[in-house]
């Protein structure tokens, strides 16, 4: 692996929407990158401390329902549920692609992956894009943002 500072940067939802095309058993990750991650390889159930066996991600592959429908809105919404997360989780925090082996589940039901290859950083611009791209939907929308009660 390289250093995280020699990963290309996808500028475009298209660009990614190409990546998967391509490519499958991607997946996205918001962090402070690989070299933070993969030296862990491992990330850890907030709520109880428990270590977990893979970094906690989220696919990009598209599912067989989503059809035809456009790869662009399918990559936009994917961004588009965490970005709460760079506020959420503090300075440095950055959407980033890597290719890896789903190993199992956390407790979110997000894949647990291991064996991860990064591909590339997410440029800040995609995830407006994305929130563009979302907004321009007919229907209400929101995130994956959760509050505490």
């Known amino acids: 692996m390289s250093s995280s500072d020699d990963l290309p940067v996808a500028r ?12 499958k058993g991607l997946f996205v990750r918001w962090s402070r990158g690989p070299e ?13 401390g428990v270590p977990m066996n893979g970094l906690s991600a989220n696919p990009l592959d598209v599912e067989d329902w989503w059809e035809d429908r456009s790869r662009t809105l399918w990559v936009a919404r994917r961004l588009y ?14 959407p980033w692609v890597l290719a890896g082996r789903e190993t199992s589940r956390g407790p979110d039901n997000e894949p ?6 990064p591909l590339c ?13 979302v907004a321009r ?13």
């Open 81 to 94: 549920d965490y970005a709460h997360l760079p506020h959420d989780k503090g300075p440095g925090v950055r």
């Open 36 to 48: 933070t991650d993969l030296g862990e390889a491992s990330s850890t159930d907030e709520l109880t």
């Open 112 to 117: 647990l992956v291991s064996d991860v290859r």
């Open 12 to 23: 475009s939802l298209a660009e990614l929407a190409g990546l998967i095309e391509r490519q």
């Open 137 to 149: 939907q007919e229907s209400r929308w929101g995130t994956l943002r959760r509050t505490g009660r």
């Open 121 to 133: 950083w997410i440029d800040g611009s995609v995830i407006e894009a994305a929130r563009e791209e």
